[in-house]
T-cell receptor
Framework: GAVVSQHPSRVICKSGTSVKIECRSLDFQATTMFWYRQFPKQSLMLMAT?????????EQGVEKDKFLINHASLTLSTLTVTSAHPEDSSFYIC????????????FGQGTRLTVV | DQQVKQNSPSLSVQEGRISILNCDYT??????FLWYKKYPAEGPTFLIS?????DKNEDGRFTVFLNKSAKHLSLHIVPSQPGDSAVYFC????????????FGKGTHLIIQP
């Protein structure tokens, strides 16, 4: 299957700082990328949908000013957690879909964020 | 309100036998369903999917059954192998899969030798 690379895989940051997570589709162009969050022993929760060249669509309850998403190219989307708080500690996963009509989404390896 | 439910947090199956993982959904707008396998600290790996126009899809050892009237789907793995031990997530999407996925909480499958 197609490869989606997420970086970093693990990051520890101090409260109040910002952290950027990158999601790259390595062998295909992704018109749409999704960002998910998973708390321990919980399901993956969709945070936002980003389309290349346009603003991201956030799910209800997700603060768009806190979780900044940029999908500047067809192979790269970034999630920036601003003014990180310990409550933001979680596992963040991106997925990318090759085309509008393609239904299979490929997932990155995930990023474990710990805010201390 | 959980729209995709996996009511069994864990399931233990003997190697060589059939593993059956169940999933229920409540949103009638869902028309595309997927199963993912996930190891700790890794992203989910796609296993198999099914569109709502079908009631069965098979790929090797994996078969997914969809009962639209009951809003229920199941994943069958046969024969089960030790490498199948992982957490399995059921996911659903509307708009033919164009929307983001709604996941269940997962079922931890343990294959016993």
């Amino acid at each position: 299957g197609a490869v989606v690379s997420q970086h970093p895989s693990r990051v520890i940051c101090k409260s109040g700082t910002s952290v950027k997570i990158e999601c790259r589709s390595l062998d295909f162009q992704a018109t749409t990328m999704f960002w998910y969050r998973q708390f321990p022993k919980q399901s993956l929760m969709l945070m936002a949908t980003s389309n290349e060249g346009s603003k991201a669509t956030y799910e209800q309850g997700v603060e768009k000013d806190k979780f900044l998403i940029n999908h500047a190219s067809l192979t790269l989307s970034t999630l920036t957690v601003t003014s990180a708080h310990p409550e933001d500690s979680s596992f963040y996963i991106c997925s990318a879909r090759p085309g509008i009509s393609d239904t299979e989404a490929f997932f990155g390896q995930g990023t474990r964020l710990t805010v201390v | 309100d959980q729209q995709v439910k996996q009511n069994s947090p864990s399931l233990s199956v003997q190697e060589g036998r059939i593993s059956i993982l169940n999933c229920d959904y409540t949103n009638s707008m869902f028309d595309y369903f997927l199963w993912y396998k996930k190891y700790p600290a890794e992203g989910p790996t796609f296993l198999i999917s099914i569109s709502s126009i079908k009631d069965k899809n098979e790929d090797g050892r994996f078969t997914v059954f969809l009962n639209k009237s009951a809003k229920h789907l199941s994943l069958h793995i046969v024969p089960s192998q030790p490498g199948d031990s992982a957490v399995y997530f059921c996911a659903a999407s509307a708009g033919g899969g164009a929307d983001g996925l709604t996941f269940g909480k997962g079922t931890h499958l343990i294959i016993q030798p």
